[in-house]
């Protein structure tokens, strides 16, 4: 009897111990996931949420904050979403002729410093175009000292630029195999050697109607023979062969400065664009979501700051590279028009006017505003690959005192990382959620978007809060307690993996300076006691 209670007793303890088992993997189940689990907590909701939903509950219930603006600047904002029109920054100095005197005509929410550019431009594409006529042909030692910092990137974005042309060349090969095989076949069939349109209309209904070569002849409507084609694409083949360079599509200077109201190189030209901060590509509509979507409506989703305004600074269409220029006029915009928080959710390979974007955010720093800005999403490591803006000081080891760098994560330990975010010891500051986060969408609508755009926001927000309910906080001090009171990760976690090749795990603090994912909560007792100790 005695060893059948024992044996029941080692059952009980068994189930239990299976049963608060399933409980916990219940809580990680990928399809349990909330939508609003970024904002939630670790204890209570069983995700790696930041924990602000319980922070408002129990540390700010009784407390009321100062309203923060903090300026978005992206892809602009659906400013018509029900969402975020009550939050959108009026510019009360405005009156649509520039009575405010910044020079910013009608910027009654923000700007768009693209004017009406709407194409794709990379970086490295237009560095190569605006360094090819000063350095095509020099040797390193034809260079002045002082241009060496410029001629070293452009010997990387011209071997970018030689990459491209190999890979063009490469798949113009292969292509050019394919239209040779089908017209073979074709000419077999029809018995003739140069064949027209016409020709082909006997070979809708077979195989070779299914080739490239067909479907170019047939539906082009460029050239009206085979031997026309093929001779083309020959010459251009050759052409391409000789000269080994890419004809990458860049419009023409001239073009590009109507379009956008001035010169991309030109710093003297600072009043250019239009007040048009309307979101196209619904990225920035999301990224302001996060931050500050309105709470006292009941509709949709609560961002994370409850007293902000939120101002629109258009730069970037999407899969685009922000221009270094408005990076670094956007910045001073958003300072000069009462900003205390920035967030900036893009990152870039290639920076040909750094020292021009280090001043703008030495001036943020002057007027105690904090920027923060996604690290990138390569899965790359930049203290060893650069990417821009970075928050270190240009040629040194020093790191701006009012920026921070975000990596990633998600809501669970498995996959605790997003699988693509770039990371750093050095220059990534903290990772924040940025997995499937659920947020505002063009047209009124809402959707889950991943990456360090998203991860961003959920900082920008937490400071804004900090910056709200403390508003005695300095930039400098801001930074600091999210980076004092992150949760921090004490268990092995899978690096950034974006091939999904097999990894070793890692130490969080190979991943980002903190070692920790933001937390909220934590922040805001930070903030009480650094803020009450001095009123004693």
């Known amino acids: ?17 299976w049963v ?35 922070a408002y509950r129990e540390l700010l219930a009784d407390k009321t904050g100062d309203t923060v603006l903090v300026a978005v600047i992206d892809t602009g904002m659906d400013t018509l979403h029900t969402n975020l029109r009550t939050v959108l920054w009026r510019n009360k100095r405005e009156q649509g002729d520039d009575e405010d005197g910044n020079g910013f005509k009608g910027d009654f929410s923000g700007w768009n410093f693209l004017g009406k550019i709407e194409d794709a431009s990379l970086e490295y594409k237009r560095t190569y175009t605006l360094l090819l006529p000063k350095y095509k042909g020099r040797s390193p030692g034809d260079i002045r000292k002082r241009d060496k910092r410029e001629y070293m990137l452009w010997k990387e974005v011209q071997q970018k630029v030689m990459e ?3 890979r063009n060349i490469n798949g113009m090969k292969k292509t050019m195999a394919q239209y040779k095989a089908a017209d073979q076949k074709i000419r077999e069939t029809l018995g003739k050697d140069c064949y027209s349109r016409e020709d082909l ?3 809708r209904d077979t195989e070779l109607a299914e080739s490239n070569l067909y479907r170019e002849l047939w539906y082009g409507k460029r050239f009206n023979t085979n031997k026309e084609l093929l001779d083309e694409e020959k010459l251009r083949l050759n052409k391409i062969e000789e000269t080994c360079y890419y004809c990458i599509y860049i419009q023409n200077d001239q073009q590009r400065i109507e379009l956008r109201g001035a010169d991309e190189n030109n710093f003297q030209q600072q009043y250019y664009g239009n007040n048009n901060v309307m979101d196209i590509s619904g990225h920035g509509t999301h990224v302001a979501g996060i931050i500050g979507a309105a709470w006292e409506n009941g509709l949709g989703i609560k961002g994370i700051a ?6 629109a600074v258009r730069i970037l269409n999407i899969r685009d590279d922000e221009l270094d220029k408005d990076v670094a006029l956007a910045i001073r915009y958003a300072v000069d028009n009462g900003a205390r928080v920035i967030n900036m959710s893009f990152a870039k390979q290639y920076s040909p006017h750094q020292e021009k974007v280090e001043k703008a955010i030495r001036y943020a720093l002057k007027n105690d ?12 490591n930049i203290d060893t690959v650069p990417f821009y803006p970075t928050s270190g000081y240009l040629g040194k080891n020093k790191r701006f005192p009012n920026m921070i760098t975000v990596g990633a994560s998600g809501p669970v330990r498995k996959d605790l990382i997003f699988n693509v975010s770039n990371y750093g010891p050095e220059k990534v500051d903290v990772f924040a959620p940025g997995t499937d986060i659920y947020s505002t969408d063009l047209g009124g609508t809402y959707k889950k978007r991943s990456g360090t755009s998203m991860a961003s ?6 400071a804004a809060v900090l910056r709200s309910y403390f508003p005695q906080l300095s930039a400098r001090q801001v930074k600091y307690i999210i980076e004092k009171s992150v949760t921090p990760i004490d268990f092995p976690v899978a690096p950034p993996y974006p091939w999904r090749q097999e990894v070793e795990e890692v130490s969080m603090k190979d991943l980002c300076k903190t070692g920790g994912i933001v937390n909220a ?6 903030a009480e006691s650094l803020t009450s100790r001095k009123k004693k």
């Open 201 to 203: 209309e006997k070979l």
């Open 306 to 311: 409850d007293k902000v305004q939120l101002m």
């Open 521 to 526: 909560y934590k922040a805001i007792q930070l």
């Open 20 to 54: 608060g088992g399933s409980l916990i993997y219940a809580q990680q189940n990928q399809d349990s996931i909330p939508n609003n689990w970024h904002l939630l907590d670790w204890k209570e909701d069983g995700v790696y949420g930041i924990s602000i939903k319980r």
């Open 457 to 462: 926001p959920v900082v920008a927000g937490l």
């Open 369 to 380: 505003v904090l920027l923060v800005n996604g690290a990138g999403n390569n899965g790359a």
């Open 1 to 17: 009897m005695v060893m059948n209670i024992f044996i029941w007793k080692i059952y009980c303890f068994c189930l239990v111990f």
């Open 164 to 166: 491209d042309s190999l």
